[in-house]
């Protein structure tokens, strides 16, 4: 309960409780907001009370141009590398674009390589598994116990999770998109909670403005934000930018993760937000999987990017 | 590279287009999608033209009128969507996937070129 009085958080605090996963988490800040690579095989400090969870994002299950001709292999590398990790994760929040076109063949290619992790794995939508116009295909699959077009909440370890879909309706000129309907239902699901329930947040597209003339940001955000404000623990886990990026902005930590099919360039840093070819031996460098844990006690749960190759 | 050289293809095309609205009204016109842009964003075409949308880009797009008159599919790489226009008005579209990407053709009365000859 301390950590949820209104002091505030300085940003050596938020550094010191996120560097606290151990030795060889190596740091980069970038634009005055620290970033981790995170190691694999190494020993970390996770208590046994600890909660772990994975997040993946954005496997574009089929596609098969010049920047990754091979989307599936790169999935198995990451699922073959969640299988090596020295803590067994909880289970696996995939931030969507599993598919490249929303084929079924392609979410059943996911769905064969993504299920040997043997893992429960909590789906949102990206915009290209909703690209059937009625959403049939996703929700078929993965909208069971789902409203609308396929949020959801669950709750692990005291974490309350919620899972929203920002990619469908989406209005001429604008960004993504969570809806009133959806908005209603988030506002009344948080009404009864206490300010002291760590809240996960996770949909495809990042629930803050990283770079509009992209589209890479959620128009009706704000209000869903607004709603979250008075809990003590806020993170919001995205993908959509297929690079990692975060902001802590309140007791509110935004974080989007990296692709496990290709990479895309910093905002602005090239004419489009399409796909980026890199080097063939680089590739595995840019694609990872996003490690997180939550102890109790703690304000901000630690997330610690993993990639495939270093 | 492969930019410029499709804006001149597009620069050729639209020429042609334009060359034979003079001589027909109902010309075809080409747009690109590439680089999540419509290239050109804003076109305009005589009544009875059909405007063919071809994907260049290696991610998806649709074209969508705003006002629900058309819509494609998904298209993938190299994918086309071809829409005829028949009543002049300005029709604004977007690419349902990527909505900050949008468009507009603008569609003129045929009879106008025809009276003017």
Known sequence: MASDHGEGVNRRKVLECMTWAGTGVLWTVAGGVPRSMGIIGEARAVEPSGLTFLQISDSHVGFDKPANPNALGTLEDAVNKIKTLPVKPSFLIHTGDITHLSKPSEFDDADRIISQTRLDVHYVPGEHDVLDEDVKLYRDRYGRGTKGAGWYIFDANGVHFIGLVNVVNLKAGGLGNLGHEQLEWLEDDLKGRTASTPIVVFAHIPLWSVYPAWGWGTDDAARALGSLKHFGSVTALNGHIHQIMQKVEGNATFHTAMSTAFPQPAPGAAPSPGPMKVAEDKLRSVLGITDVTFKRGQQRLAIIDQPLQR | ?117
């Open chain 2, 1 to 117: 590279m492969g930019a410029i050289k499709r804006n001149v293809r597009v620069a050729v095309v639209l020429a042609v287009a334009i060359f034979a609205a003079g001589a027909a009204p109902a010309a075809n016109t080409e747009v690109q999608i590439d680089q999540f842009a419509f290239v050109p964003q804003r076109i305009t075409v005589k009544a009875g033209a059909t405007v063919t949308w071809i994907n260049e880009d290696d991610a998806p797009h649709t074209v969508a009128s705003s006002d629900k008159l058309f819509k494609s599919k998904a298209l993938d790489t190299g994918d086309k969507f071809s829409f005829t226009f028949t009543t002049p008005g300005t029709y604004a579209y977007f690419c349902s996937v990527h909505p900050h990407m949008t468009g507009a053709v603008a569609v003129e009365a045929a009879a106008a070129t025809d009276t003017a000859r």
